[in-house]
């Protein structure tokens, strides 16, 4: 279907949600610091947003037969998943969640939630231009 934005837009905006529910998790984790027996969650979705961007190491998939199907991607399809484990045990000092640690991970994830809104904005800028430059 054709769409009025490009085609990096719905996958920005996938990786934007993404990134606020890891940001969620790391609130979750401050917000227990407190709690000995709490053992810190991880949100992780870039495996699977590699998955189904069709990269690995080496790049993007290739397709070596004209009969294979190209690989399409979808954004919806990308969820992540929360690590946490169900084992109970309270260990003084092990369990406990790490502010320094915590506090890196928020800051890295909001800069790349910062950059990855720029992305969006300029995006919505060039359409914008490109409308009013239509009207004319």
Same mark, same amino acid.
């Given at each position: 279907?054709?769409?009025? #934005?490009?085609?990096?837009?719905?996958?920005?905006?996938?990786?934007?949600?993404?990134?606020?529910?890891?940001?969620?998790?790391?609130? /979750?984790?401050?917000?227990?610091?407190?709690?000995?027996?709490?053992?810190?969650?991880?949100?992780? #979705?870039?495996?699977?947003?590699?998955?189904?961007?069709?990269?690995?190491?080496? /790049? !993007?998939?290739?397709?070596?037969?004209?009969?294979?199907? !190209?690989?399409? #991607?979808?954004?919806?399809?990308?969820?992540?998943?929360?690590?946490?484990?169900?084992?109970?045990?309270?260990?003084?000092?092990?369990?406990?969640?790490?502010?320094?640690?915590?506090?890196?991970?928020?800051?890295?994830?909001?800069?790349?939630?910062?950059?990855?809104?720029?992305?969006?904005?300029?995006? #919505?800028? /060039?359409?914008?231009?490109?409308?009013?430059?239509?009207?004319?």
């Amino acid at each position: 279907m054709k769409s009025l #934005f490009a085609e990096h837009m719905h996958l920005v905006s996938r990786v934007m949600d993404l990134q606020a529910k890891r940001q969620n998790v790391v609130a /979750g984790n401050l917000a227990n610091i407190d709690n000995p027996s709490y053992k810190a969650r991880r949100f992780r #979705f870039e495996e699977d947003l590699q998955r189904a961007l069709a990269l690995d190491a080496s /790049g !993007p998939m290739r397709r070596t037969d004209e009969e294979h199907l !190209p690989q399409a #991607f979808d954004a919806q399809t990308t969820a992540g998943r929360l690590d946490k484990e169900l084992e109970i045990r309270v260990i003084e000092g092990e369990d406990s969640v790490d502010l320094d640690e915590e506090m890196a991970i928020q800051a890295k994830n909001a800069m790349r939630y910062k950059i990855l809104a720029k992305v969006l904005q300029k995006g #919505f800028s /060039g359409l914008s231009d490109t409308i009013s430059k239509a009207g004319r």
